[in-house]
């Protein structure tokens, strides 16, 4: 749009030579993602290994991750081509640690399916796990070798973070009085970083300048604190169709998330003894315990606390959006994309 | 030794340039190892998750692998400086695969201690064993630039058929029947490649020659083929002292090393029966049945079955190393160091 230069006759220079219509939509790279994926080669032996890989790898998901890598390369005027196997890499590594995380949880439930750890069993589960490690470093190493390093670097300080957020995770089980503060570390860790990380792998391959790669990988990691809290609050105000899991499960199992933290931390008297009861044990009446809890957060008004949240921690994300130095043009496709995946219909 | 050059006028050139006497003996680079390894950064958080990968890597071990990579950089005259990033990336990387084999296994004790899985707990176990594998590829990352893209698809490859190897051997517990050449490919996965590989790393950190890169991972998947060999008939014919395992755990546990598998296909009448009956439960006294089931190896002369095949894939071996294209005294530090480990006392 040549025209809008001499409106603005201050806009960033690096609109000149670009403009959004050359750009791919969502859906168009969810299409070269699924795509790339159905050639990862998995044909290898023993069939024992490969198959849970292919069963995980086939149980689909909204492939956040690796869209986010190509669309912040695009953003910055790079070629997705060159992005497509670090984003591959990245949402395998992303599957490896659902299927480990699935394995420390007890879940026999994964996208609706059986987990690779209930289908098979935990040896089965730990060691296709292993192997998908490996085969994202495979594709990972794939990059161009004037950002290897660099690329590198980013995903492997993301994926020890990953860890060390299901380490907080599993320490959370069992301490009573978490604060927000250690409850928003851990899901910073455990969601956000690789979700920044993706971003940044992006804007890396595209080139971008160094202030622009900190500030799309800020930007990322506050989209993931937002993308975090709405699943938590999903889980109790979702819609289950649209939610495609079974609300109040996190209820049931007694994890501490967002809402309960919140509630724990307001509730008195009455509310407080039967919050606590209720998160001691599993040995409860599924749907009165569920009913009972959504009663307590909602005296506690536990869910406009959470919008509250995830508007804040959204805000603030978008002032690291602001600061990028591209064409505003060419941010309306990330941040659309942004904007469904941290206000999803419930 | 300038005055050999008068003797031998054919000599290869590049015995010209080099010497043995600046090269390390293998003592001297497993205390660089032993001094690398000690200030790998472990100070992390959570503790929870740091402690168990400490607690690995102090279990001490004799550091072939490693050892093995600086040997073949500096045979090859390379700087064993610019080595010392990988070689550690290859032991954090095997640490992690013991680490995640003790669960598979159900297996207590590592290295004369506690394994991390029964000190700990399997999620324990699990999760700091994905972030070794991460610290692996942090410290493969620092590799030089031009020899970066080799040296992580070197890694990767192996540590892809190191669990694939891992997998054949889960397989095999429920096989009844399964043959030497089938064994043989299982040990060459699990525990040869990696050898192998950790030579063809240094020999590429070196600049080493396509030719002998490839003969050096040849020789390297021989002699791990004759150490595995040599670990298998040690459980059964080794000095405990100097095994420093309890001989007779894999009788015991029923594992299917090579001496069982010779001896199944060669036992007759009562020796068959017996084999087979024994080797159908755990539920027998120890003693006796270590006892009766070495007289069967005995009668049936396994020992020294496994002894000539030991020494035909060590001789295969050094035909690699004979055609590597280096000066002979060169290759003297690791050819004394692969007699070693393939011929360990017992």
Request: glycine share 6%; charged share 25%.
């Amino acid at each position: 749009m040549p025209y809008t230069l001499y409106i603005f006759p201050f806009i960033p220079k690096k609109c000149l030579s670009h403009s959004q219509y050359n750009m791919h939509s969502s859906d168009q790279l969810l299409k070269i993602i699924k795509s790339a994926l159905s050639k990862v080669k998995l044909d290898g032996k023993p069939v024992e290994l490969y198959l849970p890989i292919s069963y995980t790898l086939d149980l689909g998901g909204k492939r956040i991750r690796p869209v986010m890598v190509l669309m912040a390369c695009e953003m910055f005027g790079g070629n997705i081509e060159k992005a497509v196997n670090p984003a591959i890499a990245i949402e395998i590594f992303h599957n490896f640690t659902l299927l480990h995380d699935d394995i420390m949880d007890n879940a026999p439930i994964r996208r609706g399916k059986e987990s690779v750890f209930k289908k098979w069993n935990a040896n089965v589960a730990i060691l296709s796990g292993d192997t998908m490690f490996a085969l994202a470093y495979k594709h990972l190493a794939k990059s161009d070798i004037n950002v290897l390093h660099n690329v590198l670097e980013i995903f492997t300080k993301a994926a020890i973070e990953v860890c060390e957020g299901q380490q907080y995770d599993m320490n959370y089980e069992t301490i009573e009085n978490i604060t927000i503060s250690e409850y928003i570390e851990m899901i910073r860790l455990k969601t956000s970083v690789l979700i920044a990380a993706s971003l940044k792998t992006g804007a890396v391959i595209a080139g971008a300048e160094e202030k622009d790669v900190n500030n799309i990988y800020n930007f990322g990691e506050y989209v993931g604190l937002a993308f975090q809290l709405q699943d938590d609050m999903l889980d109790v105000y979702g819609n289950q169709d649209v939610f495609g899991k079974k609300v109040g499960g996190d209820i049931l199992t007694n994890k501490k998330t967002y809402l309960y933290i919140k509630a724990l931390k307001d509730a008195k008297g009455k509310d407080l003894d039967e919050l606590k009861q209720y998160f001691s044990s599993t040995d409860f009446d599924p749907e009165e315990k569920i009913r009972v809890v959504t009663e307590i957060y909602n005296r506690l008004g536990v869910m406009d606390s959470t919008i509250s949240l995830i508007n804040e921690y959204y805000k603030k994300a978008l002032t690291y959006l602001d600061a990028i130095t591209v064409c505003e043009d060419r941010k309306i496709i990330l941040k659309k994309y942004s904007d469904q995946l941290t206000n999803r219909n419930f």
